[in-house]
Nanobody, 124 residues
Framework: QVQLVESGGGLVQPGGSLRLSCAASGGTFSNYAMGWFRQAPGKEREFVAGIGWSGASTDYADSVKGRFTISRDNAKNTVYLQMKSLKPEDTAVYYC?????????????????WGQGTQVTVSS
């Protein structure tokens, strides 16, 4: 059984930084693309960033491009989301997810395993 566990969320001031981690267990981590999604109160879950199986390809939502960086370490079965220049509108629960295949997708239905989420709050 695949399990994904996120960590690294918290309260940060506008303009600050956070790094989220997602540790995977079960399955063959390096065979699959991974993604980060977020969901703010009263809003639908949205794609934030995705990374292909090898880490060579990445994709970002326009709202985070240039501020967030997704990466992975297949030796550690971990995917990361480095977030810089955080804004209040980045406040949400952040989820990592495993794609059904090796390539990146933006639709949440393409992902079959999800973590429990970690809260990110950007506020002064």
């Amino acid at each position: 059984q695949v399990q994904l566990v996120e960590s690294g969320g918290g309260l940060v001031q506008p303009g600050g930084s956070l790094r989220l981690s997602c540790a995977a267990s079960g399955g063959t981590f390096s065979n699959y693309a991974m993604g980060w999604f977020r969901q703010a109160p009263g809003k639908e879950r949205e794609f934030v960033a995705g990374i292909g199986w090898s880490g060579a390809s990445t994709d970002y939502a326009d709202s985070v491009k240039g501020r967030f960086t997704i990466s992975r370490d297949n030796a550690k079965n971990t995917v990361y989301l480095q977030m810089k220049s955080l804004k209040p509108e980045d406040t949400a629960v952040y989820y990592c997810a495993r794609h059904r295949a090796y390539y990146i997708g933006r639709d949440y239905s393409e992902y079959d395993y999800w973590g429990q989420g970690t809260q990110v709050t950007v506020s002064s």
